[in-house]
């Protein structure tokens, strides 16, 4: 291998994940007695923020309930928050609605323990246990989600990875078919409501930031967006506004302007837990006074809800 050139890290495939995944539900429904079942119902609530949350095992073993959100999901880190999908959430609310789950020892657990079980599930679902310990399945859980075109930046601030580019250097293959366009989002369904023609989809992209979204019903056909599931969203750089032409409206979001390179414009917005997404913009023809923007300078805008798109 040629000097300087970054090694494509070998990590578990989609259907070794699932197996995976498949294995720990068997290995509970196993246990002998009441509390060996238990004990394996919190060692699978672990397994769950490792698999689909891709948490640090320092995150996982000091993990309290919460953290988590049971109603949208949404599980809030030290340095992020990030989405766990609809099916890990049902898996999450049923340990966390047992009784014992409200004793604080329920939940701790010696880091060295956590990984033996790991390897013990991963050998009988006849996989390698070092691809199958909770940083192999943080990887994973990039190495994925990449897969399914999720931006590279999205995946890296979700996962808490400082640097964009490592993951790019570990997963090439993936990177190559994700979404990397400008200005794309990633958000939680909340609710939908179908009319005739179009629906209207409320998205949380953060503990109190939302957007609205009004999108064709035939352009939602091959996406099947539903209530606690993810969703990817495109916000074309010409549809942001300044806010005060918008002083009731809906999709008004705080940010700051980050730079100005003739008439494009590129912005923060500010989402939950102080973190900051830059998007592209167009200012639009009612601005007539550019002094007032100028780089650093909080203001907000506007995203009209039809413009948005679902991907």
């Known amino acids: 291998m040629g000097a300087g050139k970054a090694e494509t890290r070998r990590v578990l495939t989609p259907a070794e994940l699932e197996s995976l995944t498949d294995a720990w539900s068997i290995w509970i429904g196993e246990a002998a007695t009441p509390g060996r079942r238990l004990a394996r119902l919190r060692l699978h609530l672990f397994f769950l923020l490792a698999r689909f949350g891709g948490l640090r095992l320092a995150e996982i ?11 949208t999901g949404y599980l809030r880190l030290e340095d992020r928050g ?12 049923r340990i966390l ?7 604080p020892e329920f939940l701790r657990l010696d880091s060295g323990f956590l990984r033996r079980a790991f390897y013990g599930v991963a050998e009988l679902a006849g996989l390698p246990p070092a691809l199958c310990a909770p940083r192999a399945l943080r990887y994973a ?3 994925e989600l990449l897969a399914m075109r999720m931006p590279l930046e999205l995946v890296a601030r979700s996962l808490g990875f400082k640097n964009p580019l490592q993951l790019a250097a570990l997963f090439p293959p993936a990177c190559e078919n994700a979404d990397n ?7 939680l369904v909340l609710r939908l409501e179908a009319g005739q023609r179009s629906a209207r989809l409320l998205i949380e992209l953060a503990p109190g930031t939302y957007l609205q979204v ?10 099947e967006p539903r209530p606690g599931h993810a969703a ?15 002083p009731d409206s809906e999709n008004r979001l705080a940010c700051a302007l980050a730079d100005i390179t003739g008439d494009q414009f590129e912005i923060c917005l500010t989402l939950g837990l102080g973190s900051r997404l830059k998007l592209q913009a167009v200012m639009s023809p009612l601005v007539t006074d550019f002094t007032k923007f100028r780089p650093g300078k909080n203001f907000a805008v506007h995203i009209p809800p039809h413009l948005i798109r679902l991907r």
């Not at 766990?84 to 609310?93: E, L, N, S």
């Not at 609605?97 to 004793?103: D, M, P, R």
């Open 61 to 71: 073993a000091s993990f309290t309930p919460s953290q988590l959100d049971l109603a």
């Open 82 to 93: 990030l989405f766990m999908p609809a099916g890990a959430m049902r898996a999450a609310r």
């Open 97 to 103: 609605a047992l009784a014992e789950a409200g004793n």
């Open 141 to 143: 859980r990039a190495n």
């Open 181 to 187: 366009s400008p200005n794309s989002l990633a958000g």
């Open 214 to 223: 009004i999108s064709p019903l035939a352009d939602l056909l091959a996406i």
């Open 232 to 246: 990817r969203l495109h916000i074309p750089p010409a549809c942001i506004f300044p806010a005060a032409n918008f």
